[in-house]
């Protein structure tokens, strides 16, 4: 089965830090995009980085320069290194796949049930 | 940035209705359009990939279309199972954007 499982959400107090994992199963993360997409309670959607099949990363402003995605291939994980955490990082963050190769959707098409991170 | 602008913000209708969504985009996508279920707790569904095509396993009373910078959803024949929140995304660049979202609530 082709799942992504998120761990590592926690509570952590203003200017800690965080590592969140998401262990996939069914699929090589190297052969995907591999993102992290987040919600805040009661909000919508928002992109937060992603490893690219070719291991080119991206972050979303509000991230960047804090936070560091990251891929171990042999393990077929993908990691969120969270520092210098802020209040309205609080969110659940969700793993989610992407094919660009063509083959597949070039969407987000598999997601995980998410980890709660909480900065208070 | 590409801004998604998605309407309505919500909507109420029956079951047995035809319900239309519509997302905007601020610059030419051609067809890098998805859409997306939510329901409460519950991680995101893809519905619609590349504005049209439609991810397996989801009934085909969901369509999508469009293309450019205009783009909609389309349920033929609402079911009690489909009032949740609904997402348009691009994937044409980062930053990856998402609409704000539109809840379909029962009548």
């Known amino acids: 089965e082709v799942q992504v499982v998120e761990s590592g959400g926690d509570l952590v107090q203003p200017g800690g830090s965080l590592r969140l994992s998401c262990a996939a199963s069914g699929f090589t993360v190297n052969n995907y995009y591999m993102s992290w997409v987040r919600q805040a309670a009661g909000k919508g959607l928002e992109w937060v980085s992603t490893v690219f099949d070719g291991g080119r990363t991206d972050y979303a402003d509000s991230v960047k320069g804090r936070f560091s995605i990251s891929r171990h291939n042999s393990k077929n994980m993908v990691y969120l290194q969270m520092n210098s955490l802020r209040p309205e990082d609080t969110a659940v963050y969700y793993c989610?796949?992407?094919?660009?190769?063509?083959?597949?959707?070039?969407?987000?098409?598999?997601w995980g049930r998410g980890a709660m991170v909480t900065v208070s | 940035d590409i801004q998604m602008t998605q309407s309505p913000s919500s909507l109420s209708a029956s079951v047995g209705d035809r319900v239309t969504i519509t997302c905007r985009t601020s610059?030419?996508?051609?067809?890098?359009l998805n859409w997306y279920q939510q329901k409460p707790g519950k991680a995101p569904n893809l519905l619609i990939y590349?504005?049209?095509s439609l991810q397996g396993g989801v009934p085909s009373r969901f369509s999508g279309s469009g293309s450019g910078t205009d783009f909609t959803l389309t349920i033929s024949s609402l079911q009690p199972e489909d009032f949740a929140t609904y997402y348009c995304q691009q994937s044409s660049s980062t930053p990856y954007t998402f609409g704000l979202g539109t809840k379909l609530e029962i009548k």
């Open positions: 610059q030419t996508i051609t067809n890098y």
């Open positions: 989610a796949r992407g094919d660009s190769s063509g083959w597949g959707p070039d969407a987000f098409d598999v």
């Open positions: 590349a504005a049209s």
